[in-house]
């Protein structure tokens, strides 16, 4: 057939017209077509990816998902059985016959060319290919030509340049089925010939610029189990990818390079490379599941084993690091402050004004949340030089975030509880700005989250929520999750700013420095209860299990528990140097005492508390605390 529409061709008794494979619309259109009723999400999607559009290959994958009863018909439309992601599709056999077909036509030497290319890759280099079958270059080329002129397996992509001077012709497979069949058709112990020598090839044709042939070397030296060599790469395209922020290819690498390492035998470089591998995960998986998850402490706490047994000073700092945010990530400060302070040791020892810095911020963090708002700001000082506009590559985490951002985002939330809301709104506002101008999607959304719950704090709920829905946006995009959920708790401090207390409290509960308002909200809680007793009759007959609910407990005692909540809060507060939380506090406690006709002492408590600030008086709690001082004189 090619034969004959060649010749018809040339005597021009006929044009060929060739075909473009579908788009991704027309797919879809194919698939709710054949189907006549509703379709899975994601599904046409699925099969474009897997067949190219290519029309033969989407309706025989089709096929074979009905077949295997991955694609049912329910009432409604038709599903797919646990999801699109969850689809384990091989190539259908109809068309593995079909390729297989094609292939016998082929001369032995022109199969094994196919062979090589396949272990290649879906695009591959004349030179790699001839690599795998130890053949001359432009043998090997000259079969690849002769397969791209017959329109069977292969088109040609051009010309590759390699650095040692190497300049071949580039082929690509006409599809990813064709090449699939080739490569699971290949015994396993050819398959692992071919990966090495082609890796070696690779290697050494890109030597000193194989940067960007990492992830392609690690692939190869893996399946051609050169197992240390495999380790290295595995390493290497995994800090590529950390680079570009693609969080979860570099997992996926770092993971390899862990599952691969039991295969190389017990040494010193076996745990060195553990250790870096371990780090590294560590590193990442904070972005993606949040310091508190609990397959990081369990990482960091594999790597401060490797770290006693032979560590260097860097790496002890990188564990160290990892340690110290998974205890301050589920919520355990105490643990958190003396690695810390070991940080700020180590920091001081190698005088690296970045890891100076670092320290002093960690420090801060575990104080402030444990209540010592007074101590943290001592740190204060050692942290405003970190905002360094001439040189911000200082600044940034191995993972991508900038220390920079998180600074200013714990200073925001540190000046705020001391009574400086028109600084921290400042400083939040810094945080954003120095985010948006790096644009690493993790710094942008702690800078989002922590200016949102500043604006909370202010009481400008509507900014709050806009920042929210941003940080969420981008979380989601960037597969940050930890932000998502973060989120999830400032929707509760709005809740318990709209009233909504109970829904608000179950959410903050854990750490120091909110110690006051949650005692505050007791407080307020128990007041609610006391005018509910007074207005509910009790029931009729009540059960004997009610000893708790509103209408059996005194009012008056629900009064005097109220106000030794407030007065704990108080005492919290003042421990704290927390002058916000004491406002809050004390304009709780004084409109108590105003119901109760202490109206004179309630005055001028308030009157004390409210004197003390000396900015951003147009604030939500100041302008409540000046309207409650009109309302006392």
Not at 370 to 383: I, K, P, Q, S
């Amino acid at each position: 057939m090619r034969r004959t529409v060649q010749e018809l061709c040339g005597r021009g008794h006929a044009a060929e017209l060739r075909l473009e494979f579908l788009p991704a619309g027309e797919v879809a259109a194919y698939v709710a077509g054949r189907y006549g009723g509703p379709v899975a999400p994601g599904l046409a999607a699925f099969v474009h990816r897997r067949t190219d559009g290519h029309p033969l290959f989407m309706v025989t994958v089709i096929d074979a998902l009905v077949r295997q009863h991955s694609l049912v018909e329910q009432a409604g439309g038709w599903a797919v059985q646990g999801g699109v992601e969850r689809v384990a599709l091989g190539v259908p056999e109809s068309l593995q016959q079909l390729v297989e077909q094609q292939l016998r036509q082929l001369s032995p030497e022109d199969q094994h060319v196919l062979e090589s290319g396949s272990v290649a890759g879906m695009q591959f280099s004349a030179a790699a290919a001839a690599a795998g079958l130890e053949e001359r270059v432009d043998t090997v080329e000259e079969r690849c030509s002769i397969l791209v002129r017959r329109g069977q397996f292969l088109q040609s992509s051009g010309i590759e340049e390699w650095p040692d001077g190497t300049v071949v012709g580039r082929y690509r497979f006409h599809h990813t089925l064709y090449r699939q069949v080739v490569y699971d058709r290949l015994p396993a112990g050819r398959r692992i010939q071919l990966h090495a020598r082609i890796g070696a090839r690779v290697e050494a044709g890109f030597w000193g610029q194989a940067a960007e042939r990492t992830a392609e070397l690690a692939t190869h030296f893996e399946l051609g189990l050169k197992h240390l060599k495999a380790v290295h790469y595995l390493q290497q395209a995994a800090d590529r990818a950390l680079q570009r922020y693609a969080y979860q290819e570099a997992i996926a690498l770092l993971r390899r390079g862990l599952a691969v390492l039991p295969k190389l035998p017990e040494s010193s470089e076996h745990d060195t490379r553990e250790l870096a591998l371990r780090i590294a995960l560590g590193q990442v998986l904070t972005v993606t599941q949040g310091p508190g998850a609990l397959e990081v402490a369990g990482i960091y706490a594999r790597a401060e084993e490797l770290c006693r047994e032979g560590g260097d000073v860097q790496q002890r700092i990188a564990v160290l690091r990892g340690l110290r945010r998974a205890m301050q990530g589920q919520g355990q400060p105490r643990r958190a402050q003396p690695l810390a302070e070991e940080f700020l040791r180590l920091a001081q020892q190698t005088q690296n004004a970045a890891l100076l810095i670092e320290g002093h911020v960690a420090l801060r963090v575990c104080l402030f949340y444990l209540g010592h708002v007074a101590a943290a700001n001592t740190h204060l000082e050692n942290g405003l030089a970190i905002d360094d506009p001439e040189h911000p590559q200082t600044y940034i985490f191995p993972s991508g975030q900038d220390l920079r951002v998180l600074g200013l985002a714990y200073d925001a939330m540190a000046l705020w509880v001391l009574g400086y809301p028109g600084q921290a709104l400042q400083r939040s506002r810094r945080a954003i700005h120095l985010a948006e101008g790096a644009a690493q999607p993790w710094t942008v959304a702690m800078a989002l989250g922590y200016a949102a719950l500043v604006n909370v704090l202010h009481g400008d709920r509507q900014a709050a929520l806009e920042r929210a829905e941003a940080t969420i946006q981008l979380a989601t995009a960037q597969g940050i999750f930890p932000w998502v959920g973060r989120d999830v708790m400032l929707q509760r401090w709005a809740l318990a700013e709209q009233g909504r207390e109970v829904e608000g409290v179950a959410h903050t509960r854990g750490l120091r420095v909110w110690e006051a308002e949650l005692n505050r909200l007791q407080g307020e809680l128990l007041l609610r209860q006391a005018v509910a007793g007074r207005h509910l009759p009790p029931p009729a007959d009540p059960p004997a299990s009610t000893g708790r609910d509103v209408w059996v407990r005194d009012p008056s005692r629900l009064c005097i528990e109220a106000e030794a909540c407030f007065r704990q809060a108080l005492e919290n507060a003042h421990e704290q140097h927390a002058k916000s939380l004491e406002l809050r506090a004390t304009m709780s406690l004084s409109r108590l005492w105003q119901q109760l006709g202490n109206t004179s002492v309630a005055r001028e408590r308030l009157k004390e508390s409210y004197h003390w600030f000396t900015e951003s008086f147009d604030t939500a709690d100041l302008r409540k605390a000046m309207a409650l001082r009109e309302a006392l004189e």
